[in-house]
T-cell receptor
């Protein structure tokens, strides 16, 4: 298994509070992604990173920010959590050298409940 | 934007049956991925293919680039195959991110 961990694995928070999710990899992979998974939608891209301090928006980026100060860590921040951000969040990594023709490896997921 | 459609949404089979899950997409792709999501939530990559066919154990994945269609077959299904199977496509370019179908929930009864 690829070395990817996510923390926390479960979190309950209240509307309006800031929340930060962490993805940590030990594979030295260049690309890191944050997806959210919701019933009826499948997985959707929030933000991705193609190197240290290099990030870009995905399909559902509103209300989220990210940071990558080290190769191994990719942080997802909900500045002011809303109930619509209740979801399961997955981090994924890939080597990023073959234009998308690469396996992505997924973290175990974080279940976030915003009350 | 690429639309990824899977069918069926839900599938119940008896142990030993041959299973087919279909995936179609609307725009040309760099590669197509089949993923498995276990009941506990973990996601693992089964196949990545850009042409032809790949086989791993009892699983076979095929892709027809001209038809923009892929199938995942499971031979001699077993209850441990019960999971959600997800089709995803990558468009190439610098992003490398995947666009996902909504998944097919497979339940194999003993």
């Amino acid at each position: 298994d690829a070395g990817i961990t996510q923390s926390p694995r479960h979190k309950v928070t209240e509307t309006g509070t800031p929340v930060t999710l962490r993805c940590h990899q030990t594979e030295n992979h260049r690309y890191m992604y944050w997806y959210r998974q919701d019933p009826g939608h499948g997985l959707r891209l929030i933000h991705y990173s193609y190197g240290v301090k290099d990030t870009d928006k995905g399909e559902v980026s509103d209300g989220y920010s990210v940071s990558r100060s080290k190769t191994e860590d990719f942080l997802l921040t909900l500045e002011s959590a809303t109930s619509s951000q209740t979801s399961v969040y997955f981090c994924a990594i890939s080597g990023g050298t073959s234009g998308g023709r690469e396996t992505q490896y997924f973290g175990p997921g974080t279940r976030l409940l915003v009350l | 934007k690429n639309e990824v459609e899977q069918s069926p949404q839900n599938l119940t089979a008896q142990e030993g049956e041959f299973i087919t899950i279909n995936c179609s997409y609307s725009v040309g792709i760099s590669a197509l991925h089949w993923l498995q999501q276990h009941p506990g939530g973990g996601i693992v990559s089964l196949f990545m293919l850009s042409s032809g066919k790949k086989k791993h154990g009892r699983l076979i994945a095929t892709i027809n680039i001209q038809e923009k269609h892929s199938s995942l077959h499971i031979t001699a299904s077993h209850p441990r195959d019960s999971a959600v199977y997800i089709c995803a496509v990558s468009m190439g370019g610098s992003q490398g991110n995947l666009i996902f179908g909504k998944g097919t929930k497979l339940s194999v009864k003993p």
